[in-house]
């Protein structure tokens, strides 16, 4: 185990870390290490907000004054749907936040801590003041900490400071510099490169970045998901205060009781009103996240869901993605392509004390790491002797010089190796190395030279090249000193094509989804690997033409071309943005430090288990297994999920419109109310229980293979058309009850209070699919829950609660009427629904 420095101060901490029991202490003192203050809210805080909307308060408020002017009933009868339809709601809701936490839980990010004498990894939520730490190139800072050790380590500290490049930091017993900061490391910065040991000063909120948070928390950017949810909100609002306001105008012109009209207005707001779409919401989106994590795609941010089904284009590596990312050295030769065992050996000590990738730490852990592959297959390979040599330096790694440089002494002599892409390495070689003997590169031997290499990667091979140089003795070396380097050969690594990727390749397209390949690779070996898998390799854009392009040429080019080779970051990042400047749904896929940018460029982001934490925390969803096919079932998944939040908008804005509508007209003509308040309220109870099950339905294949976006237009247009179709049939259902039963005021209210919760609960099976309904089959919960609904409201008025309601019972030929009635009904909202669906058909 590697010892750690003692702590000074006035609470040291020993070699061995913090105690478990000391950790225990300062974790109750403290609290957890999160930024911002979790506001999940208490089971029974939660039950008790559901009271606390507007119409609960009133519909509460009435059942008050109706039980003061002794209409005890009716005012147990209100109370008691309020209190259902919360008991309900809590009760969904609450078991899908819970199963989602439970998901979360397996991604949450972690930290490497010294306890009780052990390096160990813990969730980074238990950190506390005194631990010591790890940190290594890709890991997030997960507290304010101040340095005890640093190797090199440059740290990316835009999230805070706004400055665009990495800052070297050292140890330090002071604060010292003109930045103050040298000697520490602050909570949302990230390791760029290099490793250091460092001691946990703050926690949770009081550090730098949970102060700003706790600031900025309320003003988190709106998501497209919720960005739709509140324009739906804002039209069911406008139609509520409209009909509202028109039955209390209707009933004040015709000296109607005030009381019951009030009544009767506010159960129509309550009837219109999908009370339930918020518990809709989360129970599908809930739904939809334990289904994702059974097919390994973990959800961090539950409204992200929508844009993940919504994506068009996926950006993503190759390597990993249509290879299987397992490096294995296939060779190690000299600049002409003869095997040579110096250029491993130079290619071994380079990785071997190369620290910015991955810490000293246990076995288990560094296993554990997401490393290199290329380094881990040089490391995997049979191993050279190197006792002899001893580290002095290092030149970490960047992706704008894309080598590593470490400094070794051996027999009092020191060499500088290098070791990186050829296109960075070649042009700091002045010459090369065949047999141990050293030659100038000229212009014709380095042409030849890259011929060696562009041969290996037109066959698929990854390419390093191995270069050194004989130094001076001094303190520090820098990237000035990558000079006039002798090329010592090239090692060619072989990343075998993933056989699931082409159909996995099929299924993306056929779902409408354009996969683009963005790469650091070069042209060969990416053509190479591209045609395996039939993606159009006919043009490849370099970053260096992309640089050379203005942003509104790129977005066009971006849209045309499916590879994009010798990418950097910045040019991934420049990549999506110009996507998204065409209207596309960009998703983007990335594990390495250098992903993160365009995670959060992406409108959603997605990252692997083995990911480094910076990548992890940038992205949207966690994939357990880096798979173009488990990324295809997670989208699938989201766009069900989706699919059925719509289904409950649509129902909520079209037959429950309709019969709403209804009552306000036929509040005008009628001599007596056209159902009594508390009725409405258990018909749109019972209406909202029939709904629950949704989140368990099928969805269609034709919703499932296109991308989705919200359509207000298209609710809005169900409203509009479909909505009067249910006023229709009811006041079809009017002038029966008035004209062929002569109903009295009960029959009424009873035939009337059957036709419309039949109506307004069987068009589900209508409108849940954009198909025929009879080829499309629901399921058995959606199935059970709607025609347990229609029975019970036919068998209600026979029993001695059904009078207690007011309902009384009615003969047999309403229901032959009732029969006839809705079966025309659904018939003529297929016909209707057909045509407002053709966009999604098409």
Known sequence: MESAPAISGPSPVSASGLTTGEAIARFSRFGPNEPVVARRKAGITQLLLL???????????????????????????IALMVLLSAGLNFFQTYRSQRAVDRIRKEVAPTATVLRDGNWSEIPRRQLVPGDLIKLSAGDLVPADCKLLIARDLHV???????????????????????????????????????????????????????????????????????????????????????????????????????????????????????EFLPMITTVTLGQGAVHMARKKVIVKHLEAMQNFGSIDVLCSDKTGTLTTGEMALDQHIDPFGTSSERVFLFAYLNTLHETGVANPLSDAIRESRS????????????????????????????????????????????????KGAPESVLPVC??????????????????????????????????????????AQKDVYTSQDEKDLVLSGFLAFSDPPLESAKFALHALKRDGINVKILTGDNELVTQHVCSQFGLDNERIILGSEIERMSDPALAHVAEETSIFARVSPAQKNRIIIALKSRSHVVGYLGDGINDAPSLHAADV???????????????????????????????????????????????????????????????????????????????????????????????????????????????????????????????????????????????????????????????????????????SKPSSALTVTTASVVL????????????????????????IFLFLATGTYLILVEIVKRRLMRTLLH
């Open 51 to 77: 009271f606390a909307n507007p119409l609960a308060i009133i519909l509460l408020v009435a059942s008050a004054i109706s039980a003061a002017l002794g209409e005890v009933l009716n005012a147990s009868i």
């Open 156 to 274: 990316q500290q835009a999230a805070l400071t706004g400055e665009s490049l990495p800052v070297e930091k050292k140890a330090g017993d002071s604060v010292t510099g003109e930045t103050g900061d040298i000697h520490k490391v602050f909570l949302g910065t990230s390791i760029v490169s290099g490793t250091g040991t460092a001691v946990v000063e703050t926690t949770g909120t009081r550090t730098v970045f949970g102060d700003i948070a706790t600031r900025l928390a309320s003003k988190a950017p709106e998501t497209e998901f919720e960005r739709g949810t509140r324009q739906f909100g804002l039209l069911i609002m406008k139609t509520i205060i409209l009909l509202v306001l028109f039955v209390v105008l209707v009933s004040v012109v015709l000296h109607h009781n005030f009381l019951e009209s009030l009544l009767f207005a506010v159960a129509l707001a309550v009837g219109l009103t999908p």
């Open 371 to 418: 490393r290199d592959p290329l380094d881990r297959a040089v490391q995997q390979h049979d191993h050279p002797d190197v006792h002899a040599y001893r580290k002095l330096d290092e030149i970490p790694f960047d992706f704008e010089r894309r080598r590593v440089s470490i400094v070794v002494e051996h027999e009092q002599d020191r060499m500088l190796i290098t």
């Open 430 to 471: 002045s010459a090369y190395e065949v047999n141990d003997q050293q030659h100038v590169l000229d212009s014709d031997t380095r042409s030849r030279v890259e011929k060696t290499y562009r041969e290996l990667c037109a066959k698929g091979f990854r390419i390093l090249a191995v270069a050194y140089a004989q130094e």
């Open 605 to 775: 982001g997605i990252s692997v288990s083995t990911a480094v934490d910076v990548a992890k925390d940038a992205a949207d969803f966690i994939l357990l297994e880096r798979s173009l096919r488990v990324l295809h079932a997670g989208i699938i998944e989201g766009r069900k999920a989706f699919g059925n939040v719509m289904k409950y908008l649509l129902m909520g804005t079209s037959s429950n419109f309709g019969n709403m509508f209804s009552m306000a007209v036929a509040a005008i003509f009628l001599p007596f109310l056209p159902m009594l308040p508390t009725q409405i309220l258990l018909n749109n109870f019972l209406y909202d229980l029939a709904q629950v099950t949704i989140p368990t339905d099928k969805v269609d294949q034709t919703f499932i293979h296109k991308p989705q976006r919200w359509n207000i237009k298209m609710i809005r247009d169900f409203m509009i058309y479909i909505g009067p179709l249910s006023s229709i049939y009811d006041f079809l259902t009017f002038y029966a009850l008035l004209k062929v039963f002569h109903a009295s005021e009960q029959f009424f209210h009873t035939g009337w209070f059957i036709e419309s919760l039949t109506t307004q609960t069987l068009v589900i099976f209508v409108i849940r699919t954009a198909r025929n309904p009879f080829l």
């Open 792 to 815: 019970f409201s036919a068998v209600l008025p026979f029993t001695s609660l059904g009078s207690l309601l007011g309902f009384t019972p009615i003969p047999g030929s309403f229901f």
